[in-house]
């Protein structure tokens, strides 16, 4: 099993942008396809972005599409989220997840590791 670090959460204004990082360690990161997900106060957990193994193909929600860019570098053992053009309706707590899985599922439960989360809080 993969362990994941998120880091790089914060407070920043309306219009501004932040970059995640999900540091992994266990076993091999290249192997997993790899997503975040985000869980504001009172909601269910919902699905961000996927990123394929080999860094091929990439899914995004409708949500942040044109705004967020997920990356990963399999050398660092590490995944990315840019966001960028933040609104306040993306405050949440974001987590990583890694699944052993090819489809870049936004089910949660597919995914069989997860970080412990960061908050991310953007004010108006």
């Known amino acids: 099993q993969v362990q994941l670090v998120e880091s790089g959460g914060g407070l920043v204004q309306a219009g501004g942008s932040l970059r995640l990082s999900c540091a992994s360690s266990?076993?091999?990161?290249?192997?997993?396809?790899m997503a975040w997900f985000r869980q504001a106060p009172g909601k269910e957990r919902e699905f961000v972005a996927a990123i394929s193994r080999s860094v091929g193909s990439t899914h995004y929600a409708d949500s942040v599409k044109g705004r967020f860019t997920i990356s990963r570098d399999n050398a660092k053992n590490t995944l990315y989220l840019q966001m960028n053009s933040l609104k306040p309706e993306d405050t949440a707590v974001y987590y990583c997840a890694a699944s052993e899985g090819m489809i870049l599922s936004t089910i949660p439960r597919t995914y069989s590791s997860w970080g412990q989360g960061a908050q991310v809080t953007v004010s108006s």
């Open positions: 266990g076993r091999t990161f290249s192997i997993y396809t």
